[in-house]
């Protein structure tokens, strides 16, 4: 089966971060999301991913110079211009010669959900579209659905404002289309598949969902990157991860506390990370302390860093204290 990911924004919510890597290719306990999410995929049965590509397609390339994440075969679709989501469907599907049931997916997206599941479901309702949802305790922020008992989605508004939301099941990303979608968007043109597409099937009748309970992340934003991280070194998830991973160098009386220390970081004498990733290349200065944050830069000695992100080209001054920082701003 074939997928197409959605990895072609600017990755705005995760700047600094993002400034000169995209947010797909930042790792997640040691491996980059975006292996992640593939292999999410090949384990529901997709054997054929096309990365929907704009910003910074290079790494990905790069990254994968055979062609090949595990045992599925890749493809990119770089557009030309910003498409917004349905606009990059398209032309990711018809860039790869999809004429037949797909799935789609947002990159930044980690879940536990079973896509052999949602296919079946899809394929049970002979439906045009279907999509998986999660309840949230404030839907607002997302896709809202509401739905008949049997699945069909009578409605889909995105973003409803507070208090105004058909239920709490919301948009969590993952999509099983027929190509017949496709045709419902226009060509060349930005178009969103969530305010203009799913709407529109959703009329006709033919728009079905599958609700569940199971893991499921959106880390584009860096509470949620970092919690991403967390669940995965501190129980939360089935697989756990070595906090500290081989080729990181940590002073032997620097104290790591529920966090994440990638290969190449440097965490110095004295220095204490807590509730934090420390990206590959960083390095953590003697006796600083770092809570609650992500660091990809320097922090100077004695430095003290609560719910900070700090890009790669950053660096901390020694003693200097941030709180809900970013740095650099912008």
């Not at 949602?118 to 404030?138: F, P």
Request: hydrophobic share 45%; aromatic share 4%; net charge negative.
């Amino acid at each position: 089966m074939h997928a197409v990911v959605l990895v072609g924004g600017f990755g705005t919510r995760l700047r600094p971060l993002t400034n000169t890597v995209p947010k797909s290719m930042l790792p997640v306990a040691h491996v980059p999301l975006i292996v992640r999410h593939i292999g999410q995929l090949e384990r529901g049965g997709v054997d054929h991913v096309t990365l929907a590509l704009g910003f910074l397609p290079e790494p990905f390339v790069e990254a994968f110079p055979d062609g090949r994440c595990g045992g599925v075969r890749l493809d990119y679709a770089i557009e030309p211009e910003p498409l917004d989501t349905a606009g990059a469907v398209r032309f990711a599907a018809e860039h790869a010669g999809i004429d037949e049931t797909f799935v789609v997916t947002n990159g930044d997206v980690l879940t536990d959900l079973s896509i052999a599941e949602l296919v079946a479901t899809h394929r049970r309702h002979d439906a045009e579209a279907t999509i998986h949802l999660i309840a949230v305790d404030d839907p607002s922020a997302f896709g809202v659905v509401e739905r008949e008992p049997s699945g069909r989605i009578v409605r889909f508004v995105e973003k409803p404002a507070p208090g105004t939301e058909p239920s709490n099941l919301v948009n969590a990303g993952t999509y099983v289309l027929e190509p017949s979608v496709l045709a419902r968007i226009p060509l060349g043109t930005p178009t969103s598949i969530e305010r203009v597409t799913f709407p529109a099937v959703a009329a006709d009748g033919r728009f079905y969902s599958l609700a569940t309970d199971d893991y499921w992340i959106d880390a584009g934003r860096p509470e949620l990157y970092l919690q991403a991280n967390l669940d995965l070194v501190n129980g939360r998830r089935d697989e756990v991860c070595e906090p500290i991973a081989a080729g990181a160098v940590v002073a032997p009386d620097a104290v790591v506390d529920d966090s994440v220390v990638c290969a190449g970081a440097r965490i110095e004498a004295g220095a204490r990370v807590t509730r934090s990733v420390v990206l590959p290349a960083a390095r953590v200065g003697p006796g600083a302390v770092v809570q609650d944050s992500i660091v990809a830069g320097t922090i100077g000695a004695g430095a003290e860093l609560v719910r900070t992100v700090v890009g790669a080209d950053a660096k901390i001054a020694d003693g200097e204290q941030l709180r809900d920082a970013r740095v650099p701003v912008g």
